[in-house]
């Protein structure tokens, strides 16, 4: 079936069910920052926020494991590729937290 489609086509499936299967995977287990926060701020339930500094620690512990054993090839990501522009960074956290709100 993937054949018929397309290698584009293909990846963008891919990609489709894996957001959903993600998403609903976050939606069930409740894993959103916002109520996080609010979670540990007004309930005094730090459940979440703990989910969030294991995933966050997971992935950290995760990327650098990958990039140490040859896994993943770092040197060629785009993030380290562009310098760091201070301004781009204010004004794109400035839109986020607009976002957010």
Request: hydrophobic fraction near 55%; charged fraction near 10%; glycine fraction near 14%.
């Amino acid at each position: 079936m993937l054949d018929n489609i397309g290698e584009p086509a293909a990846v963008a499936l891919a990609g489709l069910l894996g957001g959903i299967l993600l998403g609903l995977a976050a939606r069930l287990g409740r894993f959103c920052t916002l109520g996080a926060i609010e979670d540990a701020l007004y309930a005094n339930d730090t459940l979440r926020l703990r989910m969030w500094g294991v995933a966050i620690g997971v992935a950290i512990i995760g990327t650098f494991s990958a990039a140490t054993f040859g896994w993943v090839p770092t040197e060629r990501t785009l993030y380290l590729a562009i310098a760091w522009n201070p301004a781009a960074s204010i004004i794109g956290g400035l839109l986020f937290g607009y976002g957010m709100a």
